[in-house]
């Protein structure tokens, strides 16, 4: 069994950082992709960054770009989430999730296999 634990959510200040983590554990597994995902109350979940696991290549929705850094430790099977200047609307849920398959689009959530229960990100005005 797979289990993908996330933490190092919070509340902060608009403006301030965070830095998510997700860690892998459980049986070893293979794996194209992992990603971060948010939902916010009363919205779909949302792509928000992902990095290719074996050669760390890494993409961002446009919302986040220049101010969230996607990076992963492959020896700790761990990925992170830097997240600098944070804003009110970044106020969400966030999950991280493993993507086993190659040929889908690693921006869409259906791609991925396997999620962490989430962690609670809170900017205050």
């Known amino acids: 069994q797979v289990q993908l634990v996330e933490s190092g959510g919070g509340l902060v200040q608009a403006g301030g950082s965070l830095r998510l983590s997700c860690a892998a554990s459980?049986?070893?597994?293979?794996?194209?992709?992992m990603g971060w995902f948010r939902q916010a109350p009363g919205k779909e979940r949302e792509f928000v960054a992902t990095?290719?696991?074996?050669?760390?290549?890494?993409d961002y929705a446009d919302s986040v770009k220049g101010r969230f850094t996607v990076s992963r430790d492959i020896a700790k099977n761990t990925m992170y989430l830097q997240m600098n200047s944070l804003k009110p609307e970044d106020t969400a849920v966030y999950y991280c999730?493993?993507?086993?398959?190659?040929?889908?689009?690693?921006?869409?959530?259906?791609?991925?296999?396997?999620w962490g229960h989430g962690t609670q990100v809170t900017v205050s005005s």
């Open positions: 459980g049986r070893t597994f293979s794996r194209y992709a």
């Open positions: 999730a493993a993507c086993q398959r190659t040929g889908y689009s690693i921006r869409r959530p259906s791609s991925y296999d396997y």
């Open positions: 990095i290719v696991w074996g050669g760390g290549s890494t």
